[in-house]
């Protein structure tokens, strides 16, 4: 460093490297190249640059060095020019070539003109200032943590064959959380110990979805007519910190969780394999200051079905401090507080207390199925067998649903009905034909949908759930990522339904087209393929990447026909 700055610093800044022709009155414009021989005359009248300053000052104050910061920052503030701003660099004038040459002075040296300010320039002067005065931290610059030492970003040294290199170091908390009393009793018999939302106070338990209420405040400006965040969900590494907001510790948990997500989730078995991704995916990308921390919140449906012993395999593996080879530590919440990464957010002008939906704990939580008998008969016998199906077709007289056009008509056969399948499908029709704010006696036709979708995901019954998340317009949060995936390796993909017009993507999109042209080509045909097309995509988009040859001479995807 020292042999650098002792070459290339100069009374005006740093020069870029020795012979730099670039912006001197003796460069030659179009020229793209020069041997050395020619490069000579350059020899030293090269342009000083003084942003160099700005990165040697900040470098200094990484380091400890506030005094040779402060020193750069103050040669910095002699050079600018009239209007307050950073040139872009320091030109010898013509006239003073030669005299440069024999005895470097500031004399020689004016700033290069130009019409508009160098804004790069501009803005690292401004940083550069803000971190001298204390107004942000180096954290603030510095969001990946090179400048912290290895202990803390997550990296310990080790030797390898007589080099020094960096190992991982790191290790994923996790933290349960039961959703209720009832529910942590029933799993601290199975030796599963959990927390319940009111034993983890202060610390707040929101779910993903506040997270991104609160985000939504990041750049406000009214006067600006600056509306914000966008409200895009945030992924695993954002919800593996600890958020210090206005004084309240709040921990988010993981959007695979959120009740307001895509029904997959509901699915225990594919649930478990999405953990794991996670956990993967944040013990590989990890790369803050101290832990990451991953709190999961068990409900009532977690636990119910067959999937509840690969539930108790997962909680064994987390016991021994590790699974699918990332290791994990399971403890109570407030003793990973100290060790997990905090972020302070103090643009949150409102009580965060009040983002949680009412939905996220409910004061019955038991579903209304295992409501009748208790849980710990429940999860002993889901384990080895389901309850019986439900008929698969109406008592008495079939439906056409096709021909139901008329409200009244299609709510007497809703009234009459057993089944809820069957009292979607009417519903189907009528969201159809009348729209989702249409009232009925149970009240609008998407409140009714939503009780009927909830209803369903209880009991499992997914040819209920697509229907209903179709309904209430549901969108998996992967969808425009995946359909990328497939874009990028040149293959078109079709949304509709065979029969019909398709909606051909051969480009990326934002996920709001790609929502609007799903539901727009898809659910007036077959209202459940809107949510199954979904489902292909995300699969269709992991397959894509992790095995290209399945796809090999295809050039068009056709949901459709699958």
């Not at 013990?283 to 009532?300: E, H, I, Q």
Request: glycine share 8%.
């Amino acid at each position: 460093r020292e042999r650098v700055l002792s070459q290339l610093k100069g009374c005006c800044g740093l020069k870029r490297f020795s012979r730099d022709g670039q912006y001197t009155v003796l460069e030659q414009s179009g020229i793209g190249s020069q041997d050395p021989t020619e490069t000579r005359v350059y020899d030293g009248v090269e342009c000083e640059w003084p942003v160099f300053l700005c990165y040697t000052a900040i470098e200094k104050f990484g380091f400890g060095d506030k005094a040779g910061a402060q020193k750069c920052l103050d040669e910095l503030d002699h050079l600018l020019d009239k209007e307050g701003a950073v040139p872009r660099c320091y030109v010898v004038e013509k006239a003073c070539l030669e005299a440069e040459k024999i005895s470097s002075s500031v004399q020689h040296w004016q700033p290069l003109q130009e019409d508009q300010p160098w804004l790069w320039a501009q803005s690292l002067y401004i940083t550069t200032c803000l971190l001298i005065s204390g107004l942000v931290d180096l954290a603030n610059i510095d969001p990946l943590g090179r400048h912290l030492p290895g202990s803390l970003t997550g990296y310990r040294p080790v030797k390898q064959d007589g080099l020094r290199i960096a190992e991982k170091n790191t290790v994923v908390q996790i933290s349960l959380v039961a959703e209720n009393a009832q529910l942590q009793a029933r799993l601290a018999t199975y030796g599963i110990a959990t927390q319940t939302v009111q034993q983890v106070e202060p610390i707040v338990v929101l779910p993903q979805s506040s997270l991104v209420q609160v985000f939504k405040e990041l750049g406000v400006n009214r006067r600006l007519s600056l509306s914000g965040r966008p409200s895009r969900p945030k992924g695993a590494l954002g919800t593996s910190m600890v958020y210090r907001i206005k004084g309240d510790a709040v921990v988010f948990t993981p959007l695979f969780l959120d009740q307001t997500d895509f029904y997959m989730s509901a699915d225990m078995n594919l649930l478990i394999d999405v953990i794991k991704d996670n956990l993967r995916f944040i013990y590989t990308n990890w790369n803050k200051p101290k832990r990451p921390l991953m709190v999961l919140l068990l409900r009532a449906n977690h636990v119910w079905g067959k999937h509840f012993q690969e539930l108790m395999d997962m909680m064994a593996a987390f016991k021994q401090g590790g699974w699918d080879g990332v290791p994990v530590k399971l403890g109570r919440l407030q003793q990973f507080i100290a060790t997990s990464f905090v972020e302070q957010l103090d643009f949150v002008q409102h009580n965060v207390r009040r983002l949680a939906p009412q939905t996220f704990l409910r004061s019955n939580t038991l579903a209304p199925r295992m409501s009748r008998v208790s849980l710990f008969t429940t999860m002993r016998g889901s384990m080895y067998r389901r309850s019986p199906p439900p008929p698969l077709h109406e008592p008495g007289e079939q439906i056409d649903f096709s021909k139901l056009y008329d409200s009244g008509e299609i709510m007497k056969y809703f009234e009459e009905s057993v089944l809820n399948i069957t009292k979607m499908m009417l519903l189907s029709r009528l969201f159809l034909c009348h729209g989702p704010g249409f009232r009925t006696p149970l009240g609008t036709v998407a409140e009714v949908v939503k009780g009927l979708y909830d209803s369903a995901l209880s009991q499992q019954d997914w040819h209920g759930i697509r229907i209903g998340a179709s309904l209430l317009g549901k969108t998996v949060d992967s969808l425009a990522p995946s359909i990328s995936l497939m874009v990028a390796v040149n293959r078109q993909v079709c949304l509709g339904v065979f029969g019909h017009v398709e909606h051909v993507i051969s480009e990326p999109l934002p996920p709001a087209e790609i929502q609007t042209a799903l539901f727009n080509s898809v659910r007036p045909h077959q209202v459940a393929d809107a949510s199954l097309q979904q489902e292909l995509v995300i699969f269709l988009g992991g397959f894509i990447s992790s095995q290209p040859g399945l796809f090999e001479g295809m050039q068009r995807i056709r949901l459709g026909w699958l």
